[in-house]
């Protein structure tokens, strides 16, 4: 779990693809799951958060 999270230009970021290796799901699911939390959060707020 370590390499989790890496800073990219003074940021700490993360993909979907560890996030689902990283603990154990599906892929899909950790997608359908940012969806649905970008579906909840206004457009500002998710625009500062996912890319």
Do not use: P
Request: no cysteine; proline share 0%; hydrophobic share 45%.
């Amino acid at each position: 779990m370590n390499d989790l999270v890496i800073m990219h230009n003074k940021q700490a970021v993360t993909t979907s693809l560890v996030l689902a290796e990283t603990f154990g799901k599906e892929h899909k699911d950790v997608i359908r799951a940012i969806e649905t939390k970008i579906r909840e959060l206004k457009i500002e707020q998710s625009s500062k958060m996912f890319f």
